[in-house]
């Protein structure tokens, strides 16, 4: 059974530093990895989505690696800003198009 | 492109009374749709899945005679919950998937908060 674990939980940055959140899914047989921004009570944003057979995707100040060996996803954020604040998910898809996602890393970027 | 609505936003409901919650794409044909279920600071987690003109999967554990999933349309699914139970209140998430638009993409919905008193 597929298991995606997300460190840290929580995370609390001055404003403009670089920062980086951690994946790992213990079955790395995925069609492709998301990462998902959600404010709260609110439904998720796609921020970035990396097929199996790609390293790495970017999309601005966002970069968000694969590494599907070793079963772990990085989401790399440049010059973070206080709007950056949210909650930050990351889900492997896995054959039959289901989706299992982490807890989530609550990020606060303070101004 | 590629918008999902959900309504009701929120709602809340007396205990064993049922509520009915509507995903529409709207923009999109969506084959098959997601219904998902997030308790308070945890994540989501996949209740069904359902495809257009057949009977819905439901996940280990999840009650399939409760939570009433109908797909009668490309456009439209619903998530009925029956007998609401105070345990039931949660935020429900829907998200769409069209082959066409994009094969591996869920385009998620906005939420429902529902609360059971």
């Known amino acids: 059974k597929q298991e995606v674990t997300q460190i840290p939980a929580a995370l609390s940055v001055p404003e403009g530093e670089n920062l980086v959140l951690n994946c790992s899914f213990t079955d790395s047989a995925i069609y492709n990895l998301q990462w998902f921004r959600q404010d709260p009570g609110k439904g998720l944003t796609s921020l970035l989505l990396?097929?199996?057979?790609?390293r790495e995707q970017t999309s601005g100040r966002l970069n968000a690696s694969l590494d599907k060996s070793s079963g772990r996803s990085t989401l790399y954020i440049a010059a973070s800003q206080p709007g950056d604040s949210a909650t930050y998910l990351c889900a492997a898809m896995e054959y039959g198009n289901k989706l299992v996602f982490g807890a989530g890393t609550i990020l606060r970027v303070k101004s | 492109g590629a918008v999902v609505s959900q309504h009701p936003s929120w709602v809340i409901c007396k205990s064993g009374t049922s509520v009915k919650i509507e995903c529409r794409s709207l923009?999109?044909?969506?084959?098959?749709m997601f219904w998902y279920r997030q308790f308070p600071k945890q994540s989501l987690m996949l209740m069904a899945t359902s495809n257009e003109g057949s009977k819905a999967t439901y996940e280990q554990g999840v009650e399939k005679d409760k939570f009433l999933i109908n797909h009668a349309s490309l456009t439209l699914s619903t998530l009925t919950v029956t007998s609401a139970h105070p345990e039931d209140s949660s935020f429900y998430i829907c998200s769409a998937r069209s082959p066409r638009w994009s094969p591996y993409e869920q385009y998620f919905g906005p939420g429902t908060r529902l609360t059971v008193t």
């Open positions: 923009d999109f044909q969506a084959t098959t």
């Open positions: 990396i097929q199996s057979s790609q």
